[in-house]
C-alpha cells in the first residue's frame, strides 16, 4: 500500500471514534475541506507558521482523556507537515449507562463546586493517578472548601462510588515547586522531576527543590550559575507560595536580582503566573523588564474550566517544550510548536510567553552581566 494510500485510510478512520454532536467551528483556512467528512467540528488555530486543526475525542458526553486528533498544515505552502493522534482501542462504542448524575456527583463532595466533567480516566493519566485505571466513565468535580482548599473528587459513574482524588492545578490565593494547600510536603513531583531531567540533558546542572526556604531560592537567583529557573506551585503574578516559609513576591525578585543579570529563562508554573507580564509582576520582574536575552513562560488561569483540558496534558506539553528547546530551537519555537501538539493548551491561551523570541536555551548559555560601552576621557 502506498504512503499516500495509507494516510487517506487513517483519514477516513479517525473520525469514527469521535462524537458526531461536536459543534461546528467558523474556519479562516479551510484547509481540511475534502480530507474530514466532518471539518468543520475540528478547531482551527494558527500558532506561528502552522494552521492546526485539532478534535478531542469524546465518548457520547465522556471526554476520553488524551484522545485526540491533530492535523498540522505549513501555513504557506498549504499542505499538510504532520498528522498526531492518539486513541485508545479498548473502549467500547458507547457509553455503560449511568447510575450517577452530574447533579448527584456534585452533591456527594465537601464545600462548592466550581465544576464538574464526565471523563474516561486514561492509564497514562498524569493528574487522575487511581490505579488500577477505572474502567468506567468518573465523574471529575473540582470543589472549594475551607479545610482543604481546592480538591479533585473522582467518583466512579456507574457505580456511584469515590475512587479517590486527582492532582489539582497550582491556583492563586494559596500559592516553586512548592506545597499543596495546608501542607509542607513537596507536590507536582513528576513535572518537577521532568524539568530537571531537561535542564541537566541541556548541560545544565540542576538542583531539583522540593518546598524550599526562602534562602534556598534567593541563592539562585542571586547565582551567576544559575541560568534557568522553574517554579510550579499555587500563586500568581503577584505571589507564590514556595514553602512552609511562605511567599516570593516580585519585590522580593527586585530586590534580590537588583546587583545580579536577568534570569535567562524562567518558567512560572502557578495559575496565575503569566495572567501580568508588566511591572510589578515576576515575569517582568526575572527579566528585569527587558525582551532581550530572557524570556518567562507559563500558566495563567490554568485553575478555570475552559482550562482543565489544558491541565490534563500540562506535563506533556512540558516535556514537548524541553524537548524542542533541546533540538536547539528558539524558546518561541518551542512553545509554537509544544501548542501545536497540545492544541487544549494554545485554544484557550492557558501556555503565555514573554521576551526574546530569538532566545535560544541550548546549545548551553550561561547567565552574564549586559555588555556595557565603555569610553575613557
Known amino acids: 500500500m502506498s504512503a499516500r494510500k495509507l494516510f487517506m485510510l487513517m483519514v477516513l478512520v479517525i473520525p469514527s471514534f469521535f462524537s458526531h454532536a461536536a459543534l461546528e467551528q467558523k474556519h479562516k483556512w479551510n484547509l481540511l475541506k475534502g480530507l474530514e467528512p466532518e471539518s468543520e467540528t475540528f478547531q482551527e488555530l494558527e500558532i506561528g507558521d ?9 465518548l457520547g458526553q465522556a471526554i476520553v482523556e488524551k484522545d485526540q486528533v491533530i492535523y498540522h498544515f505549513d501555513k504557506n505552502k498549504r499542505e499538510i507537515s504532520n498528522l498526531k493522534f492518539h486513541w485508545r482501542e ?6 455503560p449507562k449511568l447510575k450517577i448524575t452530574k447533579e448527584q456527583a456534585e452533591k456527594m463532595v465537601k464545600g462548592a463546586v466550581e465544576f464538574s466533567e464526565l471523563y474516561i480516566i486514561s492509564p497514562e493519566s498524569d493528574v487522575f493517578p487511581i490505579k488500577p485505571t477505572p474502567k468506567n466513565p468518573c465523574w471529575v468535580v473540582r470543589s472549594m472548601n475551607d479545610d482543604e482548599g481546592m480538591v479533585i473528587t473522582i467518583i466512579d459513574a456507574v457505580e456511584g462510588k ?14 516553586l515547586t512548592g506545597p499543596d494547600y495546608g501542607s509542607c510536603t513537596p507536590y507536582w513531583v513528576p513535572w518537577r522531576n521532568n524539568a530537571a531531567s531537561w535542564f541537566n540533558k541541556m548541560g545544565y546542572y540542576t ?6 526556604s526562602k534562602t534556598q531560592v534567593r541563592s539562585h537567583i542571586q547565582s551567576l550559575d544559575t541560568a534557568l529557573f522553574y517554579e510550579l506551585a499555587h500563586g500568581a503574578w503577584y505571589s507564590v507560595r514556595i514553602g512552609c516559609e511562605g511567599y516570593l513576591y516580585p519585590n522580593d525578585v527586585e530586590n ?6 536577568k534570569m535567562p529563562f524562567t518558567f512560572l508554573g502557578s495559575c496565575e503566573g503569566m495572567c501580568n507580564t508588566g511591572d510589578g509582576s515576576l515575569s517582568y520582574e526575572f527579566r528585569k523588564g527587558s525582551s532581550d536575552d530572557t524570556v518567562t513562560v507559563g500558566y ?16 506533556d506539553w512540558q516535556d514537548a517544550l524541553f524537548g524542542y528547546m533541546d533540538e536547539g530551537k528558539t524558546v518561541k519555537q518551542a512553545f509554537n510548536l509544544a501548542n501545536a501538539d497540545y492544541p487544549a493548551c494554545s485554544s484557550s491561551s492557558c501556555m503565555r510567553f514573554a521576551g526574546d523570541t530569538s532566545l535560544k536555551i541550548y546549545p ?8 556595557r560601552n565603555i569610553t575613557t576621557s
Open 256 to 261: 534580590w536580582i537588583e546587583d545580579y543579570p
Open 364 to 371: 548551553t548559555i550561561v547567565r552574564a552581566y549586559p555588555v
Open 50 to 58: 502552522k494552521i492546526v486543526y485539532w478534535k478531542p475525542r469524546k
Open 207 to 212: 538542583e531539583s527543590l522540593g518546598s524550599p
Open 90 to 95: 479498548d473502549l467500547p462504542e458507547a457509553l
Open 162 to 175: 469515590v475512587l479517590g482524588n486527582g492532582i489539582v492545578p497550582p491556583y492563586t490565593a494559596v500559592s
Open 300 to 315: 495563567c488561569h490554568m485553575s478555570e474550566s475552559y482550562c482543565s483540558s489544558c491541565w490534563t496534558v500540562s506535563l
